[in-house]
């Protein structure tokens, strides 16, 4: 985009257009005095098309206006080029002074970084490429100036404030940011990567609570279709021998998850919209195993 500005290139890659320092009347004249034949595109005279309506009908209207409008686009052009030149320099003076890589993350000490970098522009040389927006990186600099962590996604990659960094990673083919479904006790899923799979035992067979692969649940209080997703903000679950309500944000917190950890982990969530396990780490107190329980949902996940 940035380079855009500075309209067509006399060189780019193995393409050269030697002709573009003239207008298209020099070019006729020239060939006509020399007698040289050449072809013209019919579809030029047709206004139908946007460039030809502004070339045919716009160009002139401002000529009219402005007699030297030529002279003055190709000079506000070289204009342009002199600042990109420079700018294109300390973007990739950015890159290669603060941009590290390792174990396939791209990442930036916000302590280190030159209060001058501090600027959407040079954020969006960086990251534009991964398919992140100009009004992404604008918002990733105000989160940096800031105590908010905040994590922003594209298509394909993940970027996210971490304590003094910000680190740049690519999203797996095996990671979702979506819902899947277990319908019925009996059915298995394969989901982000992981298999889980429902059944109905009885309490007396229940024998590993200790596994964090496994969680049991008093099938009276369980409602289907159960959900498997990741979080969103404001969800709050009841953890097993707390017995009071805690936000899943804060229980991340409590783990140390990474912002990384908390885009990937998964939860189950019952039909009634009550989140019932952290996957691999907590269950939700009210729909614990109990005497009273008859009959067991036993959800394995590996």
């Known amino acids: 985009v940035l380079q855009g500005l ?6 780019h890659e193995n393409k050269i257009r030697p002709l573009l320092f003239a207008q298209k009347a020099e070019i006729v004249k020239f060939a006509e005095k020399n007698e040289w034949h050449f072809r013209e595109d019919s579809s030029n005279k047709s206004d139908r098309y946007q ?9 002139p209207q401002l000529k009219n206006i402005n007699p030297r409008l030529t002279e003055t686009v190709f000079q506000g052009a070289n204009y342009r080029k002199f600042y990109m030149d420079f700018f294109l320099q300390e973007a990739e003076s950015f890159i290669t002074g603060f941009v590290q890589i390792e174990n396939e993350l791209q990442q930036i000490s916000i302590s280190a970084l030159p209060e001058k970098y501090f600027n959407p522009a040079f954020f969006n040389y960086w990251l534009s490429g991964f398919g992140f927006t100009f009004q992404q ?3 990733l600099v105000n989160c940096l100036k800031s105590t908010e962590s905040k994590t922003f996604l594209s ?3 993940q970027i996210f404030k971490e ?3 910000v680190v740049l990673r690519e999203i797996k083919a095996t990671e979702i940011y979506e819902a ?4 019925a006790p009996g059915n298995a899923l394969q989901f982000g990567g992981k298999s889980f799979v429902c059944e109905i035992i009885s309490p007396e067979n229940v024998t590993d609570f200790a596994a964090k692969n496994i969680a049991y649940f008093d099938l009276d209080k369980i409602q289907f279709p159960l959900q498997v997703r990741t979080w969103e903000t404001g969800y709050y679950f009841i953890p097993f021998g707390l017995g009071k309500r805690k936000k899943i944000s804060d229980f991340y917190k409590d783990q140390q998850f990474s912002s990384d950890q908390k885009a990937a982990q998964l939860l189950i969530v019952n039909a009634g919209g009550e989140i019932l396990w952290v996957v691999g780490y907590r269950t939700d107190d009210r729909f614990r195993v109990s005497e009273a329980t008859k009959q067991v949902l036993r959800v394995a996940v590996k």
């Open 163 to 165: 304590r003094e960094k």
């Open 137 to 139: 990186s604008l918002e």
């Open 155 to 157: 298509q394909t990659h």
């Open 51 to 59: 460039r030809n309506l502004i070339r045919n009908q716009v160009i």
């Open 6 to 11: 500075n309209g067509i290139p006399v060189k």
């Open 180 to 183: 899947a479904y277990i319908h």
